[in-house]
């Protein structure tokens, strides 16, 4: 994907939620987008997918190849098959993401049904199999159950099952586990790696939560207002980030490691789309920063082979080094971990 | 929203949203006409003595039945609508009339609005017992015959303007209940209502302060539909003889009066009804238009293009940003 | 009354008990059926100190909370401020109680009247409680807008002019207007983002520092309460399974619910990711048909037939902790 730019229409004027995005996934690979509310990291995948409410929105440049064909000139419904088959996506809220009228297996039934044309029979078979596959207990029997019947955690491994129901190649993941509780999002993320391995999958998990980002991700790009402004390998991004905000961010996460240490606090509030200043748009923020920053908007420079940040003063940010005190990144406390019981 | 904690969208002055309300209003000539044709009613009917073009009492009984356009022997101005069985001008009738029914139907909602919305908020605030009380009364009334209730009233109290004014708020009161009511309920659900009761807020403080100003618009665009209902339904006790009494006289009451005529003289059941249908049409249309800029799904579509000054369709979809 | 004030405060629940009837007789169903929300939940809170309530969704942590505020009432056990019972409290009791409790809600958008200004927001305490009226209202709003980093002249501005951050920071002032002795604060900053968050619980931070005040601070997110906690408290199912100072609970977690929880939070120590981690199986069960004996053996990977039987008892395990759990720290 190079260069994406999407725009809304909104009430304050136009809007920029997307400007000048480029991110590129190789097969087998996740690609964790990390953002706050606001910075266009759920939009990035809407345009992906193809899912984008135009209007308001609209894609105002940019390519997003898939596979070498760009998705974004092609014929409305052969995109459509190209999102249904080999793209697909989990959303953060599962209940609505399925239908409470029809059962769960006939809902991932369905997928089946549509696109490969097989009957009722074969689908339902293979629904159960997909169940039982994300770990569904007594699949056979679930099957039958409408969404209510099922928890937050399994209605989130049914979307899981139809979304992996037709094997696609990329499965994109908007906050899958944002409005699940703490032991069942761990559950529901060891599922996505493990399917990621088992079926060769390409993932972007689309998140706020940098430590779960650490967890999975490959590489990651951190977005703000709109811009991606970090992009690295997990262990550059983590090990020494070169923007300003990543820094931020990383410093503003209570740890439990760090007990009640002082926060460092990024001062000010997410900025208004429809307002953004002249230069960079985390100036404001900064406390890095420079009279040129608030003059020029700076451009992703290279800092080291995959690592790229939008900052001017990259390589000073850069040379700050881990933002973790020594050894908190490592299994260090190997020793404290914890045994799984007999 | 505002990249430092010193920048915070401008608040709007009240003129400035009056004129936004305004340009919006300018945008859409249908509600436009519908506020132009009510203010003209309303001051028309007010200033009765000075803008009707003939004394709505002067009887001519040479002049008697005259259709319209006939040219008045004692005037330049001809009779528009024609005369009646007296020989009074019709379209000063109708404008003196006009007084009546306008006032029976601002009356009528005012008095059952404040029943109706008071209950509402008791019976969605408190619910259980408060709420089966005052619901099971609105159930019965809705159940009730509206004209045998209207006839065992008026009978008993005789006919008058404020007894009518009490049959339709009597019959008018559980449409505010019922709205209210839900809107209460959904309300009382909110985390503000929790915080208020935190704070040491008394129940009536936080129905009449913190529930009802929450309500005021939807509550404001029902009213609007409801005069045109009252209206209706006061030209229907008029018409049949149980409204207002002569000499005094509505809408209803004079396609009552005309009906003998309608051989002859068409204009006197005519000329009155299109008035009826013509402001119960506009304040429709009004209530329309308010409930879309007031719904906050709808506002911004509305708002935006006013702002802007452009003219830009107002797109439908459903997705909001 | 003022020695009465400077006297610390202290919070103490006995045994509370919540249910809720989940199904109403019906002309099918003869028995009622019942949900225990809250079970059995006995704590004390330290005037000037933090509770930290950890727990997870269904957890009873909400509920508790709003029985403290007498926003429901409790279905047996006695709530204590400062040794008198508060269930009783009623007329002026209950409006001395409201100004001595106050709360900070969830949701930033829903939990501030759309339609009052901030100044109003902020100055309706003094109008419900016309003796803690301030001699100079303006400029007791003043300084209470200035001490959670809100510009004064922002007074006659609506909530809906402001961010998501500004107007959590409008409900702590708001709460704190009647000079309460205790914020119960549930779940103040789980819609707020990472960058804002941080702001917030610093402010909550510094406000105790300054004013001495004491905090229940109720949240799902466990590294939030490591970081504002003194003391922590893991509910689950309705009850308290775990308390005691934040740092030796962290540090050495004892009941197994505890570490499966601590285990589960994503972070950046598990170089080897997920696979590290303490596996918990199935999911909560429904509070309306809750397990026999220990109400975490069904997830339990240390359950033995002991536990189904009888339900274990909070025990003290040394330096101010208890747990309930037969098998602790194994």
Known sequence: MSNLSVEFDTQEGIVKAVDDVSVSLNRGEVLAIVGESGSGKSVTSQAIIGTLPIPPGQITGGQIYFDGQNLLELAPAKRRAIAGARIAMISQDAQSALDSRFTVGYQIGEMFRHHRGWSWKKSRAAAVDLLDKVRIPNAASRVNDYPHQFSGGMQQRAVIAAAISLEPDLLIADEPTTALDVTVQAEVMRLLQDLKTELGLSMILVTHDLAQAYETADRVSVMYAGRIVEHGDRDQIFGSPAHPYTRGLFAATPRMDQGDAELMVIPGTTPNLAALPQGCAFAPRCSNRQDSCVRERPQAVTIAEGHTSACLFASDVHAFGSPFPKGALDSERVGERHDHGT | MAATEGALPKALTFGASLRIYGKALWQDKIALLALIWLLLIMIATIGVDYLAPFSPTDQSLRMRLSAPMTPSPTSALPHILGTDALGRDLLSRIILAGQLSLAVGFSGVIVSGLVGVCLGLLAGYYGDRTDVIIMRAVDLQIGFPFLMLAIFILYALGPGFWNVVLVLAIVRWPVYARVTRGMTMSLREQQFIESAKVIGCGGGRIMFRHILPNLASPILVLATLEIARLILAESALSFLGLGVQPPGTSWGRMIADGRQYIGTAWWLVVAPGFFIFLTALSANLLATWARAVTDPVHRWRVLAGARAGTKRQTRTTRHER | ?330
Not at chain 3, 40 to 67: D, I, Q, Y
Not at chain 3, 268 to 294: I, N
């Open chain 3, 1 to 330: 009354m003022i020695t009465e004030r400077d006297a610390p405060l202290s919070l103490e629940l006995r045994s509370v008990h919540k249910r809720f009837e989940s199904k109403k007789p019906s002309l099918f169903s003869r028995s009622p059926k019942y949900i225990n929300a809250v079970n059995g939940v006995t704590l004390s809170v330290p005037a000037g100190k933090t509770l930290g309530l950890v727990g997870e969704s269904g957890s009873g942590k909400s509920t508790l909370a709003r029985l403290i505020l007498r926003l429901e009432d409790v279905t047996s056990g006695d709530i204590l401020l400062s040794g008198k019972s508060i269930l009783e409290a009623t007329g002026p009791e209950l409006r001395r109680f409201r100004q001595q409790v106050q709360m900070v809600f969830q949701d930033p958008f829903g939990s501030l009247n759309p339609r009052m200004s901030v100044g109003e927001l902020i100055s309706e305490a003094w109008t419900v409680h016309p003796e803690k009226r301030p001699e100079d209202p303006s400029s007791r709003l003043a300084q209470l807008m200035e001490q959670v980093g809100l510009r004064p002249e922002w007074s006659s501005r609506y909530p809906g002019q402001f961010s998501g951050g500004q107007r959590q920071r409008i409900g702590i002032s708001r709460a704190l207007a009647v000079g309460p002795d205790l914020l119960v604060c549930d779940e103040p900053v789980s819609a707020l983002d990472v960058s804002v968050q941080a702001q917030i619980l610093k402010l909550l931070k510094d406000i105790q520092r300054e004013t001495g005040i004491t905090y229940i601070f109720i949240s799902h997110d466990l590294s939030v309460v490591r970081y504002i906690s003194d003391h922590v408290a893991v509910m689950y199912l309705g009850s308290v399974v775990e308390s005691g100072p934040a740092q030796s609970v962290y540090d050495n977690p004892m009941h197994p619910y505890t570490r499966a929880l601590l285990a589960a939070v994503p972070s950046f120590q598990d170089s080897d990711g997920l696979d590290g981690k303490l596996r918990l199986q199935g999911e909560p069960p429904d509070p309306a048909d809750p397990p026999s004996g220990c109400p975490f053996r069904t997830r339990c990977w240390r359950a033995e037939m002991r536990c189904a039987d009888e339900e274990p008892p909070l025990v003290p395990q040394g330096e101010d902790r208890v747990v309930a759990c037969h098998f602790p720290g194994r």
